[in-house]
């Protein structure tokens, strides 16, 4: 009888590498965190974007705060956010955002939000409001607001980065030639010019892009010099990781020596710091950038 060869699936093939496993979240601060976030109703893009540091982040009694709700009005083909027309925002949220850091003792608190394009104001007074309460019962704590797309609209820009917050970061995500199979809904330019406006403004810039998507290393060198050209200060670089099967596919699993070496061209080109690593994201270790 004629055996045929085993062949490996295409899933098989892409299995994840070793330097792509991460720990499970256990021990007593995880829990402690864990219980807070349902205790006071927040939504975490930790737990959103199934993010694959939740258990050393929240091990560590810290977690990345999604405020205005967990269902964004962008359909982005790399996010695990549930996409839809949002509910009404919640105007307690700032409160009870303040509150759980407070218990959770943090020194450095990281918030992002969904996209409410629905808004006139792209949810930018709320966003005011969470930082200044959590300045007033928190003052010993910084922020970094990683805010999204507003669309041009930069009087609600301004609003959200006047509240006193130490960094804004706005990611970037991925490079010009992925934009419309990555991002449908945003444009490369405008959010660079959000990050000009935001350094004009005098704020700690920060930006953050995946790689494995299918970009070469000329498109990643070309975004570096677009973000520093703009006024970007950190940079984040992580590896793409598919979240289900609905979305893009991962194109390639880029080893470390790729990210050590963009993270060498980073420095080199003008950034005060970067942080590149397959398992980094937006917040990861954020405290290391002030």
Known sequence: MLELPIVESPKERRRKPDWLRVKLPIGENYKKVRSLVDEYKL?????????????????????????????????????????GRPPE??????????????????????????????LKDRGAEIWYQTVVKIKERCPHVTIETLIPDVRATWSALER?????QEVVSHNMETVESLYRKVRPQAKYQRSLDQIKRTKEFGKRTKSGIMVGLGEKPEEVFKIMDDLVEHGCDVMTIGQYLQPTKMHIEVAEYVHPDTFQMYKEVGLEKGFDFVESAPLVRSSYHAERHL
């Open 43 to 83: 939504h975490t893009i930790c737990q959103s974007g199934n993010c694959p540091n939740m258990g050393e982040c929240w091990g560590a009694g810290t977690a990345t705060f999604m405020i205005l709700g967990n269902t964004c009005t962008r359909s982005c083909s790399f996010c695990a956010v549930k996409t």
């Open 89 to 118: 925002y919640d105007t307690d949220e700032p409160d009870r955002v303040a509150e759980a850091i407070d218990l959770m003792d943090v020194k450095h608190a990281v918030i992002t939000s969904v996209n409410r394009d629905e």
């Open 160 to 164: 959200m980065i006047s509240a006193g």
